[in-house]
């Protein structure tokens, strides 16, 4: 196990509606990124957190948003769910600039 | 655009032979790579990395080659188990990024 958990493991969501995922980083980790992954395909970076503000993101609209809060865990929060947001959401955790990122289990959200 | 890409969907092979799974990449500021595994029902789980000063590296029944020329890396998987079943994905980075870029993943499956 990485250590990093992330909560629901599944979740089902009505279009339109909102969701929050959470992450608990590695222990001694201060480095959060979210990353989208669909079914066959390979994960898609969302954003990083790095010491609570934002370091990076990816291609994916204002909807999908998020924090990272003094004990470095995180939330991602999309609104406005479409159909196509159903995916396995995951979130890996790693020390600053440090190139290894430890994977949570994923929050597998369908969209209804 | 810039991307990285599998050869190989999926890859079956008997237990005890070796494996290789290939990936090819586009961008050729691309300075670090890695590999990971990822079982079913969890999240991606760190293999083996490489930087672009290097051809070769090697870990306990891995090694990575990386071809600069042809923009070519490759996952050798040596005496290959049953719980090497898994998709397996290259990622890379580019110069100054600790955001790695995910392929498609290739799947391998190991027969008794």
């Known amino acids: 196990e990485t250590g990093v958990t992330q909560s629901p493991t599944h979740l089902i969501k009505t279009r339109g509606q909102q969701v929050t995922l959470r992450c608990s980083s590695q222990?001694?980790?201060?480095?959060v990124s979210w990353y989208q992954q669909a079914l066959g395909q390979g994960p898609q970076f969302i954003f990083q957190y790095y010491r609570e503000e934002e370091n990076g993101r990816g291609n994916f609209p204002p909807r999908f948003s998020g924090l990272q809060f003094p004990n470095y865990s995180s939330e991602l929060n999309v609104n406005a769910l479409e159909l196509d947001d159903s995916a396995l959401y995951l979130c890996?955790?790693?020390?600053?600039?440090?190139?290894?990122?430890?994977f949570g289990q994923g929050t597998r959200l369908t969209v209804v | 655009g810039e991307s990285v890409g599998l050869h190989l969907p999926t890859l079956s092979v008997q237990e005890g032979d070796n494996s290789i799974i290939n990936c090819a990449y586009s961008n050729s500021a691309s300075d670090y790579f890695i590999w990971y595994k990822q079982e079913s029902g969890k999240g991606p789980q760190f293999i083996i990395d490489i930087r672009s000063n290097m051809d070769k590296r090697q870990g306990q029944r891995v090694t990575v080659l990386l071809n600069k020329t042809v923009k070519h890396l490759s996952l050798q998987i040596a005496a290959t188990q049953p719980g090497d079943s898994a998709v397996y994905f290259c990622a890379e980075n580019t110069r100054g990024s600790y955001i790695p870029t995910f392929g498609r993943g290739t799947s391998l499956i190991v027969h008794p």
């Open positions: 222990s001694g980790h201060n480095t």
């Open positions: 890996a955790s790693s020390l600053g600039g440090a190139t290894e990122a430890f």
